[in-house]
């Protein structure tokens, strides 16, 4: 068994700490545990020389200086941390303090527009697991407000808003509405009365091929080579599967020109759609780029 498992849980969090400290700011030292744990001196040290055991190739002591320092030659690190989980952590205030990277100079997302009512989210999740109606007050920008009956069983973000996919009860058929245009809902039906009904979601079960590629227009991106790097494409692409209802959403995210013909202008689109096809008799098609049926209406 990994020694790393026998420690305890708070142990364990802190040692993990430790080393993200030392990975990304390229030394530690004992107030790096007072600091954010309310250990003592002797604590602080203890867990240093344990971190010291487990990896003795990871760090050196400073003695001038008193800090622990990264050894970049034999620097492996002990600690699994996806990508994900590390860009995750540099969001964090006082992880961006403790790094020296807060302020002006500090780590940023763009900020979310619109968030769901917290009370909301919380009565679609219940009624997506118990699989019960929700009578809704829902404002549509085409239709403008409209009672509807619906039997959510979905959610999925398209990067501005969070959506849920569900079946209209009145229109007889599955579509996505977005969060925070849901003025109200209630549970109407609790029992569960739609066994399933995620399987008979098509548009939901659907996954559908996306091949990325550079821009063709050289005008649009003049080295092509940059977006392969960029995007760690492999054979000049970046292939995907992504769900037919969602497909839509995140292509216009992605700023993704899906056009036959690569017609769309402009810096910002850098990626194209290579396998436009793959689009055919997708729902959610109208909101990619290059697809809009907003000249249809």
Known sequence: MNRLDQLPKNVYDRLEYLEFMLRFRGWISRSDLTDRFGLGEAAATRDIRLYKELSPDNLKLNQSSKKYEILDDGFHPIFALPVQSALSKLRKRNICDALGISGSNGSFSPVRLVLPDVDLLATITRAISVGAQLRTVYRSVKNGRSVKNLVPHALFDNGIHWYMRAFDLDKNSFRSYALTRICNAHIDRQVNEHPDLKLKDFQWSRMVSVELTPHPDRKNVPHPETIEYDFDMKD??????????????????WNVDCTEDHSLKG???????????????????????????????
């Open 236 to 253: 000049g692409a970046l292939k995907l599967m992504v769900r037919a209802a969602v497909v839509g959403y995140w292509l216009h995210y």
């Open 267 to 297: 810096y910002n689109y850098q990626l194209w759609l290579r396998n436009h096809q793959t689009l055919y008799d997708v729902e959610s098609r109208g909101i990619a780029p290059g697809l809009s049926t907003y000249d249809q209406d």
